[in-house]
């Protein structure tokens, strides 16, 4: 079945980087979207960004545009997010969810990875 | 950026009531309107899209309706494994934006 597998927790502290990866199976990886989500505590859903694996095109949210890295490894079929400057902001679940439709970005997620939990602390 | 806000916060229900929930959008999304379900320490899963389809798998008691900015998830007999956060998510205009939930209990 199609599946999205993330990486364990991380606790970082202020200023470092983090990177999250999603590996896909069940279906052709390059062929659909994958997004990226988070929720920080309490809070909704706030979208990213996507990237399509096929080209390695990517598409961010402004309010992260320039410490907002993602990219893929077809040889894998793995997506990362990359996430620098951290700041107690970014503390959050950070969910990866594939466009449900091949070749274009519908933003229509299903389905999605288990949630990575990322704690940014001294 | 379209404001999508969802009512009520939290829905306390018996098992077997009907379950509404609302959506509005502060400007009109079409019908490009989601909704989805999380449960604790799951993944979220896609229950209806473009407003008022069923996801694949998604039982017949969950319907949605509405369209521009007004919205709609029903659950129409609950049961004790929908207790969840329910969040809709437009994709109309970007960015796209998710409501900040309704938790439903019983």
Known sequence: ?122 | EIVLTQSPATLSLSPGERATLSCRASQSVSTLLAWYQHKPGQAPRLLIYDASNRATGIPARFSGSGSGTDFTLSISSLEPEDVAVYYCHQRSSWPQTFGQGTKVEI
């Open chain 1, 1 to 122: 079945q199609v599946q999205l597998v993330q990486s364990g927790a991380e606790l970082k502290n202020p200023g470092a980087s983090v990177k999250v990866s999603c590996k896909a199976s069940g279906y052709t990886f390059a062929a659909h979207y994958v997004h990226w989500v988070r929720q920080a505590p309490g809070q909704g859903l706030e979208w990213m960004g996507w990237i399509y694996p096929k080209t390695g095109g990517t598409n961010y949210v402004q309010k992260f545009q320039g410490r907002l890295t993602m990219t893929r490894d077809t040889s894998i079929s793995t997506a990362y997010m990359e996430l620098n400057s951290l700041t107690s902001d970014d503390t959050a679940v950070y969910f990866c969810a594939r466009d449900s439709e091949q070749y274009q970005a519908l933003n229509r997620f299903d389905p999605w990875g288990q949630g990575t939990l990322v704690t940014v602390s001294s």
